[in-house]
């Protein structure tokens, strides 16, 4: 019987961890790094049966750190949609605040022109004249 290289298990499990159906994903990573990794322990150390323990909860260990990196991944993505969609209906929101009173405002049809008073006065060492200017309000 022809041995598999172990470069090849390694391989076919960390492609396997990229493919399926994702309720079956944790056991799989599981047991795809849990094997990997006591295939390795038993290949470093001439197959010590303490090697190829250790080698395979570490792989488990492995394979649940990076399911647990993944769900904080997960869980801050959601966090930043749910924040920017609140965001979004509050702009929504004032918007059509602004939209209402300009509708409101334009059926009144009120503009007033304010005339304001300006001094002679020096500003930078420039002078200047006193003036009247109309102050526009809608």
Known sequence: MKKIPIQ???LACVLWL???CAAVTRSATDLGLGAGGAA???KLSHNNPMAIVGGAAGGVLL???LHYA???LNDQSYQTGYDKGRSDAVKQQYWLYVSM???KAG???RVRLYEVHLPEQVIDGVIFKPT???LRIE
């Open 18 to 20: 990229f493919t399926g």
């Open 8 to 10: 090849f298990i390694l």
């Open 101 to 103: 009173q300009q509708a």
């Open 63 to 65: 394979g649940e750190g």
């Open 70 to 72: 993944n769900g904080k």
């Open 132 to 134: 009247t200017q109309n």
């Open 107 to 109: 059926s009144e049809g």
């Open 40 to 42: 390795l322990g038993g």
